[in-house]
């Protein structure tokens, strides 16, 4: 069972992370410096990563300590659906415990099959009230991760979403403010889109969701296109 680092640890890690950060000029290099420091702090990951996402779900910016992550990543980003994109789009942290006892991401789920994937935990990256992203790890144990993990996650998440807002901002300030603009709107958009279908079908927000998604996918549209249809009074898929 994964246990918690004691508060002093972690302040310890997140302060050596603020420096490096702030000395960095390149976006890619302190997320991969921010990515190692949160594999270090939690028992059993294998791999960890930070994706930054733009308002329509894709990534833009990633850093990752080792391979399995970018695999793991990139076939989130292919299938549109999976922990770090749910993080992302409700803005809350996802937690699984066994990936091969999970019902969720039925398509992602089977793309890693072959992957030492088994544990997963996904904090969203948000600076103020913007979602820029997340910060995922993985694990190649079932169980590795609990409660204590998403909580241990969340509070390392909090300061790593304030700095990379801050260097992204600092490197391209007037594509960064349209660009988090747009992601609140669109995320405004989709919780609205959800919020009809689960009152129309009865379902659940993250089934509501993953409807969502996957007619995106299947359309290759964006997502917030597809909210606003909704919120005009077209169905999605199966409504």
Not at 29 to 41: H, P
Not at 106 to 119: I, Q, T
């Amino acid at each position: 069972m994964a246990q918690q680092l004691p508060l002093d640890e972690l302040s310890t890690v997140i302060a050596r992370i603020q420096g490096l950060l702030l000395t960095e000029e390149k976006v890619h290099t302190a997320v991969r410096l921010l990515a190692q420091a949160a594999k270090e702090s939690v028992p059993g990951t294998i791999g960890a990563g930070v994706s930054l996402l733009d308002a329509r779900g894709r990534r833009t910016s990633s850093g990752y300590t080792d391979r399995i992550v970018s695999q793991a990543d990139a076939t989130q980003y292919e299938c549109g659906e999976g922990p770090c994109l749910t993080a992302w789009a409700t803005e809350e942290p996802v937690l699984v415990r066994d990936l091969t006892e999970e019902s969720r991401w039925p398509e992602w789920r089977n793309a890693v099959a072959g992957l030492p994937v088994r544990s997963v935990v996904s904090a969203p990256l948000v600076a103020g009230k913007e979602s820029i992203g997340a910060l995922k790890l993985y694990a190649a144990t079932p169980n590795t991760y609990d409660e204590s993990s998403v909580i241990l996650l969340q509070l390392f998440a909090a300061p790593a979403a304030t700095l990379l807002s801050h260097i992204q901002a600092s490197e391209a300030p007037h594509r960064m403010t349209q660009g988090l603009q747009a992601s609140l709107y669109s995320r405004d958009v989709v919780n609205r889109a959800c919020g009809v279908l689960m009152e129309r079908l009865g379902i659940s927000h993250e089934a509501a969701l993953h409807r969502l998604i996957k007619q995106a996918r299947d359309e290759n549209t964006a997502l917030q296109q597809i909210s606003e249809r909704v919120l005009a009074g077209t169905p999605a898929h199966g409504a």
